[in-house]
Nanobody, 128 residues
């Protein structure tokens, strides 16, 4: 069974950068769309970004466009979220998730029910 483990979170000052990794084991990510989600204290979990299975399509929530970049390396069975120009509002627990045979589009990429497998989360804190 596919398992996901996030890493790369931490404490960073506003304007700084972090790269989150999502390493898969127990299966291959080749047939999974990958999503990154986050949950801030007292708020619902929200979609941050998604990358499709094969054509490289990517999706971002408006608040991170131009600052975050999602990517995947199927040879390493790993997905990434490069986060630049971080802001205090980005503070949250970040989760990666995988959706088998899911073809995301602009309206549905953040539908959490589509994602079959979730990691345990990694904390990102943006503070001076």
């Amino acid at each position: 069974q596919l398992q996901l483990v996030e890493s790369g979170g931490g404490l960073v000052q506003p304007g700084g950068s972090l790269r989150l990794s999502c390493a898969a084991s127990g299966g291959t990510l080749d047939f999974y769309a990958i999503g990154w989600f986050r949950q801030a204290p007292g708020k619902e979990r929200e979609g941050v970004s998604c990358i499709s299975i094969s054509d490289g399509s990517t999706y971002y929530t408006d608040s991170v466009k131009g600052r975050f970049t999602i990517s995947r390396d199927n040879a390493k069975n790993t997905a990434y979220l490069q986060m630049n120009n971080l802001k205090p509002g980005d503070t949250a627990v970040y989760y990666c998730a995988a959706a088998e045979y899911f073809a995301p589009d602009a309206n549905a990429w953040h539908a959490q029910g589509e994602y079959d497998c979730w990691g345990q989360g990694t904390q990102v804190t943006v503070s001076s």
